[in-house]
């Protein structure tokens, strides 16, 4: 661990400030980026302490939605009472992630940030293109397992290991971010995020001195919520495919149609194609089919991985029986 | 006093005259409180403060050498002490009773991850952190990373065996099996990383370590150093976890010798837990080819079991895969040829039941096959294909309690609620079904010496340098001696883990607990037979319990009769009951496994186990060691493969997040029970080791309720979801 400085902020103006200067990285929880700095991925110049700020509470928004502050941790959203009873699938997401322990300390915003399991990234002996841009993606003809099979490119092809995010992604979340400028804007989820092309170590559409200070989810529908993760073994592991869904059904056919997906790509995925495809349409197994056929259509294996095409095929439709009540 | 045997003739059952009753029963380890309260002090945090820290550094390539090490940047930060490159330094571990440590010079690389050098610095984080800073640059070699293309390939001397007809019985036989198993390198993963303190006194040494066999560490480190033994004194009191990975010293010890050595000031080396796993050793690698032959009623006429395992360049040790096939089931011809790859890959060593654990799953998997093929049950089929004697060498067994193993555990699990039909039984989205398999570990005398004290307040003493590595040792050796001497487990004090004290057997092999079990007892015998001469008596007339000897009608407390402290040495060493009788323990293996018919995941229901071991010395303990064989074996089925990348060959999953170790979610309700055994030709104290035997086929009764829950058969390990994922249902 290189040796660093250490700031702890007093308010999220003088946070953002302070992100500014470079080198400098916000810690929150600190379960992923200590775990970086040992290995010596990550090597800050400076740290700034955010979790002290007083980001820690779960609001109701005027329009009925949720406001959740970027330091609730993760134990806690997944107990609140409101998440529960009407964001069930972001419950069940937190807690199919990581352990108990690291789910006390992990964030909000810092759940949302966590970087790649992707094991040549988190290797400096490794080339990356995530960790050192230009160096090459070990991973490509490597053991590529747990990789990307959606959104890839040709630099990097690394997922995105949150659960929770998934979740989010399927509630319509989105993300409210306060800018060294002092500017608070809101930004959806599905943009936040950033897609490797040819520069995978820009991971989101941050700017220097953004600071993440809320999750925002929209006012509850009246839908079926489900969380499917699958995974090699039955706790501890992150997902190899993971499916949130929320749907409602209206006289016999879907109405709100959200499905997003983790362990597939290097952000949390959402296809509105798909989503489209499934909407105003009765519940069937041909339907399916072709909801997850269009879902893979673009996807591509690199060998180790090649299964995961499979297994998000089977995943998905089952997830969308149960969603829908179909049986077989 | 000293009270020495040599194991060469059946014992009485001593023990099942005294009348403590404590041997057997079920006890929480002594030890437990210490550990869970963190009062245990383990090698790491043995120091008073003082010591310096050492970061071992990884060699970035496969094969080659070291051409320089620029360590100014490192040298530089504040902190740093010293890089030390030194010509003593070992990069492999020992394998286990090499009892010497050859140095190795680590500036040639031989695998990716191994030790080239050591920064050592006043802080950790200090340490760490030059360790990055250095320059190293290599001369590069062609590396064989992969056992398919190895370069070398080699067949040793004694690795090949053929009996009868082989080929001949193959081509006779109403049904044969002739199937390719594979398992990937595994690693130990014990939960303390591996680690050494040393502290020089003049030339004297003393190092506290993480190690499973200490009389055996300390030549290997006095070896290594080019010092004289007794000059080197290693602790070991408390050890996390060894799973063979400490056998041998380690590159960590040596280096925190010749550190301390060079500042004057003792070192501390720990490793990281990556480094665990690149740098310690692995289980190889296995391909195994099993072939079987039967005649229509399912009797076995031939077995063959070929291997290809791998290691590094030089190293003796190989994968004894065959090691149960050997003796386990009759059929009269035999075919066996192993060959070693020389790869450039993290050293392989023994890692808890070298051979059977991965031999074990071919096997057995194969003779579900066979069973599946001749429509028999798999439980039947064993049952009829269990030998008079050895099948090669003719040896009677010592005792085999297979039968009633396999009886009994159908009848415990309910066997004949098993669907003969795979794929036959399903409960929503799951395929259920059930599988079983044998298991056999053979069983190891090792010469042991223990000493007991009998102190003037009544108490005992027993002192050896046994190492506990969580199996409960110092529970054990107390109910020996508390047994014998007629002590309450409270009243007798258990020291290990210092060679200060008599040489023990080491933790290995499944033979700690018959091994210094026996010595403490022959300690013991030799003490009761001091306290009957005393008393005027034999000792036969002499009942010693809670503290008081009995002879006729006469009562003495021991507080009184010791007026001086007495001590005797025990001495067990392995002798003609060796050579002349087949020793081993035995078990079966029953589970019921679902798997989703979606995901292809799987999950075990429940699990069973059933022993015969000879005496159990403490139902808890030999239990607790049942229990982690099974879900070690349950690992193995199903989730746990050391990556190798197919480039250079370095460990990929080198984290507990990514090498996948069951936890908790993953292991259900396990049973475990004990058939009443006694081996007399085992030791004294009539043991048979039990640390191994729960892995021994363990996970072949996971793969085998897969087939019967899916129809699936996965030869491929570990069975993880996208190997069944072709064959379930759309």
Redesign the interface.
């Known amino acids: ?3 660093f400085d250490y700031e702890r902020a007093v308010s999220s103006n003088a946070a953002a400030r302070a992100a500014l200067a470079s080198g400098a990285h916000f810690i929150a929880g600190g379960t992923n980026l200590l775990d970086l700095m ?1 290995l ?1 991925v990550l090597r800050p110049d400076k740290l700034i302490d955010i979790s002290r700020l007083p980001l820690r509470q779960v609001e109701r928004t005027g329009d009925g939605g949720l406001r959740i502050g970027a330091m609730v941790t993760n134990s806690d959203l997944a107990a609140d009472p409101r998440v529960r009873r009407h964001y069930p699938v972001l419950s069940r997401a937190l807690l199919a992630g990581a352990s108990g322990q690291l789910r006390n300390k992990a964030t909000t915003a810092g759940n949302l940030l966590q970087r790649t ?1 992707c ?1 040549y990234f988190q ?3 490794m080339p990356c293109n995530k960790r050192e841009p230009g160096s090459g993606c ?1 991973a490509l ?3 590529n ?1 747990n990789h990307a099979i959606l959104g890839t490119s040709e630099s990097c092809i690394a997922t995105h290991p949150s659960d929770m995010a998934v979740a989010m992604m399927a509630l319509d979340a989105s993300v409210e971010i306060q800018s060294a400028a002092g500017k608070t804007r809101t930004v959806a989820l599905d943009e936040f995020y950033a897609l490797p092309g040819d520069t995978p170590h820009v991971e989101t559409t941050l700017d220097s001195g953004d600071l993440v200070t809320a999750v925002l989810l929209p006012p509850p529908l009246a839908a079926r919520q489900v969380y499917r993760k ?9 997902a ?2 993971s499916v949130a869904a929320v749907i409602s059904m209206n006289e016999g056919v879907l109405d709100h149609v959200a499905v997003s997906f983790g362990g597939l790509a290097p952000k949390p995925w959402r296809d509105r194609k798909v989503e489209a495809l499934l909407s105003g349409k009765p519940p069937s197994g041909a339907l399916f089919q072709e909801a997850a056929d269009r879902l893979l259509a673009e996807a591509r294996g690199y060998g180790g991985n090649d ?1 995961k095409i ?2 998000a095929h ?2 998905l ?2 997830v969308l029986r149960q969603a829908t009540g179909l049986t077989q | 006093m000293n009270k020495h045997l040599k194991m060469d003739e059946r014992q009485s059952d001593v023990l099942a005259d005294m009348a403590q009753g404590t041997v057997g029963r079920e006890l929480a380890r002594s030890e437990g409180p210490l550990k869970v309260s963190g009062r245990a002090v383990y090698a790491a945090e043995s120091g008073d403060g003082t010591e310096a820290v050492g970061v071992l550094v990884r060699a970035t390539i496969a094969n080659g050498r070291v051409a320089s090490i620029d360590a100014g940047d490192a040298l530089a930060l504040e902190g740093v002490l010293r890089v030390i490159t030194d010509s003593r330094m070992v990069r492999r571990p020992a394998q286990g009773t090499a009892n010497g440590a050859p140095a190795q010079d680590t500036s040639q690389v031989d695998h990716f991850g191994q030790p080239v050098a050591l920064v050592v610095a006043d802080t950790f984080e200090q340490a760490r952190h030059a360790a990055h800073l250095l320059d190293i640059r290599y001369g590069v070699e062609t590396a064989d990373i992969d056992p398919e293309t190895a370069r070398e390939v080699e067949t040793p001397e004694g690795k090949r065996l053929e009996q009868g007809a082989f080929d001949t019985a193959m081509d006779d036989a109403a049904a044969s099996i002739d199937a390719i198993y594979t398992t990937p390198s595994q690693s130990a993963a014990p939960m303390e990383p591996h680690a050494a303190l040393a502290r020089w006194d003049g030339d004297r040494l003393t190092l506290h370590g993480a190690y499973q066999m200490l009389k055996y560490n300390r030549n290997e480190l006095a070896d290594a150093l080019g010092i004289h033994p007794d000059n080197v004194r290693i602790v070991s009191r408390y050890v996390g976890g060894g799973f063979g990975s400490k056998l041998g010293i380690g590159p960590e010890a040596v280096a925190a010798a010749i550190a301390a050595r060079a500042i004057g000031r003792p070192v501390r080396v720990v490793m990281s837990r990556a480094q665990v796993f690149e740098m310690t050793s692995r289980r190889s690698e296995t391909w195994q080819r099993v072939r079987l032959a039967a005649d229509r009623d399912g009797r076995l006429t031939a077995i063959g079991h070929d291997a290809r395992v791998s290691n590094l360049p030089g190293e003796a040790f190989s994968e004894p895969v065959q090691i149960a096939t050997h003796f386990l089931y009759g059929g009269a011809s035999r075919h066996y040829e192993t060959r070693i790859a020389r790869l450039n890959r993290t050293c392989a060593g023994s890692m808890r039941a070298p051979g059977e654990a991965v031999g074990m799953l071919a096997l057995e998997n194969a003779m579900d096959e066979l069973a599946h093929h001749l429509g028999l049950d798999p439980v039947e089929l064993r049952l009829r294909n269990i030998p008079e004697r050895h099948p090669e060498n003719g040896k009677p067994f010592s005792s085999r309690g297979l039968a009633d193993c396999l009886t009994t555990g159908a009848d415990l699990f309910g066997w004949n609620r098993r669907n003969t039909r795979p794929g036959a039984k399903r409960e929503g989205e799951w395929l259920v079904g059930l599988g079983m398999a044998s298991a056999a570990r053979s069983n190891i005398l090792s010469e042991a010496q223990a000493r007991v004290r009998l102190n003037t307040d009544g108490t005992a003493t027993v002192e050896t340098d046994m190492t506990d590595i969580g199996t409960g040792t110092y529970s054990i050796l107390g109910q020996v001696a508390g047994e014998m001497l007629g002590l309450a487990p409270e009243d007798v004090t258990v020291e290990l883990g210092d060679t200060a004290f008599p040489p023990g057997s080491g933790s290995g092999g499944s033979w700690g607990a018959g091994s210094v079990g026996s010595a403490v007892f022959l300690a013991c015998q030799d003490l009761r037979a001091a306290l009957a001469a005393r008393l005027g008596c034999d000792p036969g007339e002499m009942t010693l319990k809670d503290g008081v000897a009995t002879v006729s009608n006469r009562q003495t407390r021991l507080s009184d009769l010791v007026d001086e402290a007495m001590e005797a040495t025990g001495h067990i060493e392995p002798g003609d009951t060796k050579q002349e009788m087949q020793q081993a323990a035995f078990g079966a293996h029953f589970a019921e496994v679902a798997v989703n018919s979606v995901t292809g995941e799987t999950r075990v229901r429940r699990m069973l186990g059933v022993f015969a071991a000879g005496r159990i010395l403490n139902l808890k303990t030999a239990r607790s060691q049942c229990f982690g064989g099974m879900i070690f074996g349950i690992g193995a089925a199903l989730t746990e493969n050391l990556v190798h990348d197919p480039r250079d060959g370095h460990v990929v999953n080198r984290d507990l997040a990514e090498y996948h170790i069951p936890v908790n979610l993953d292991v259900p309700r396990l049973d475990v029970a004990f058939l009443e055994e006694r081996d007399p030709w085992a030791n004294p104290i009539q043991t048979k080791g039990i640390g191994e035997l729960g892995i021994s086929g363990a996970g072949a009764a996971v793969t085998n309720a897969i087939f019967n829950a899916t129809g699936i058969r996965v030869r491929d390990y570990p069975v993880t979801l996208d190997k069944l994922l072709p064959g379930l249902p759309g």
């Open positions: 661990m290189k040796p040992k010596e399991r094991p290797d400096t002996a070990h003809d490597g053991f397992r699958v995974r090699d073994r039955a706790s501890y592991a992150f190899l495919v299964f499979a297994l089977r995943t439709r089952a």
